[in-house]
């Protein structure tokens, strides 16, 4: 799964170095370390994405689990109430 966030933040580090260059209007492939090291930033953009992704899920599950165990209860309550 994680594989996906990182191809597509080396797609999106290649693109922009393409970018880069065609703005300042030199040739798209003089220098491929440039590249190489936009590729590598998009990639490790992806996989912390991945990350905080998972983390934001996570986070997510845990509140719902709570509202929803808080929701029980005052239902209980107002049941409780209704028998009183």
């Known amino acids: 799964m994680a594989i996906s966030y990182v191809l597509g ?3 999106v580090g290649f693109l922009g170095r393409m970018y880069s260059m065609g703005i300042m ?3 798209f492939f003089q ?3 440039g590249y190489a090291v936009y590729m590598t ?3 490790l953009g992806g996989y912390w994405y ?3 992704k998972e983390k934001q ?3 997510h599950d845990l509140r719902y689990k709570a509202m929803l165990e808080h929701r ?3 239902e209980q309550q ?3 109430d209704k028998d009183l």
């Open 57 to 59: 899920y996570i986070i």
């Open 78 to 80: 107002l049941a409780d």
């Open 50 to 52: 991945h990350g905080f």
């Open 72 to 74: 029980q209860k005052r």
């Open 25 to 27: 209007q030199r040739p």
């Open 31 to 33: 220098s491929v370390g």
């Open 9 to 11: 933040g080396i797609t």
């Open 41 to 43: 930033l998009g990639g």
